[in-house]
């Protein structure tokens, strides 16, 4: 779930990034790799620049029967040298943190930008809320929340070393574990540059991928791991460089398992993947 969209930018960097394209740009690049992978199918709540209400979204998720619901966005801050990357999932209670109900209050605020006003939940969703399954599906969600985080504490620094809690209007999807990315502070200076960058989004996108994956080790429904994983097969616009931040490794890794002499690669071209 690309967060934003259309007339609702999300945040705005010093240097005009938008939070809609970045988070497009991500969840774009998971969407590929999750369907190359072949485990699972992913499905995008937008795939260009319009809006959908964030009810859109949740409804969206329900009519395709999704097993889980990641939304994407980029982080916002007044400090402007607060940085790292956060997850989040639904809170029942109350943020965990100022910094989750200050965002939740500026997420939830978006369908007013698209010409919705969410108001106060709905009988249905009051009655759904107080549904046992709420219960199984926090769960699921914080255990989602805490593979990716794993990931993600692996690949750089983290805003939060935990996962936060708040009350985020998409993630009241009923009975789809459902867990909400902040990869980075768009209004960090340096966070704002790598944001823009097709390397960082892969590596963001390789991560948020890694952390599904472990999830999906544990819930019986998922399929057994292909066994062809370990061979990677060049597609349109790869570069070893991409590959590896992709796949959590390094280009030395990959050339010299692979013996390659150069840089250079061909599409159709078969790659071992060096095992993390």
Known sequence: DPGHGGEDPGAIGKKGTLEKTVALGIARRLKRIINHDGRMRAQ????????????????????????????IHADAARRRSARGSSIYVLSQRGAS????????????????????????????????????????????SKILAARILGELKKAGQVHSKKVEEAGFAVLKSVDIPAVLVETGFITNANEEKALTTALHQERIAGVIFRGLDLYCDQDPRCPPVNQKRSLYEVRQGDSLSLIAVRVGSTVEKIRALNN?????LRIGQKL?????
């Open 44 to 71: 995008l709540t937008r795939n260009g620049d319009y809006y959908v209400t964030l009810r859109g979204r949740v409804r969206l998720a329900m009519s395709l029967k999704a097993d889980a619901f990641i939304s």
């Open 260 to 264: 390659l002499p150069s840089d250079v």
């Open 272 to 276: 071992r993947i060096p095992s993390s």
């Open 97 to 140: 943190s100022e910094m989750g109900k200050w965002l939740a209050k500026r997420e939830n605020a978006a369908d007013l930008a698209g010409g919705v006003d969410i108001g106060e939940q709905d009988p249905g969703l009051q009655k759904a809320l107080l549904d046992m399954g709420i219960d199984w599906k926090i769960k699921e």
